[in-house]
């Protein structure tokens, strides 16, 4: 199996698939976080929530996180690569690579 990474404070963090008990809980937190990025506009909540996402792919942990110097241009690409590995993808997603606005959905690959 290939390991998978993202950067986080110009670091590469290893991240795992998430089992059905966390993605079961984290779904909505990530529906949330997916809408906020899509328009651009992540607030204190939305940070939270990006936060219990990268602690639950990196198995960091949150002091560990709120310490980190991590750039706002690795938020982006890290959730891209944790939701790209849930199988999920942000729903209407077209093959430009263009974002677009709302929740997401499982890929071909996953019933939803």
Wanted: proline residues 6%; glycine residues 8%.
């Amino acid at each position: 199996m290939d390991t998978n990474f993202i950067i986080l404070g110009r670091a590469e963090y290893p991240i795992d698939e998430l089992p059905f008990k966390k993605l079961k809980k984290l779904l909505p937190v990530i529906n949330r976080v997916a809408r906020a990025m899509s328009v651009g506009r992540l607030d204190d909540a939305d940070m939270d929530d990006l936060g219990s996402i990268l602690i639950a792919a990196t198995g960091l942990s949150m002091e560990t996180l709120d310490e980190m110097p991590i750039l706002m241009r690795e938020l982006g690409p890290a959730f891209k690569a944790i939701v790209a590995l849930a199988g999920l993808k942000p729903a209407g997603e077209v093959s430009s690579g263009e974002e677009s606005a709302g929740a997401l959905t499982g890929t071909n690959s996953t019933p939803t």
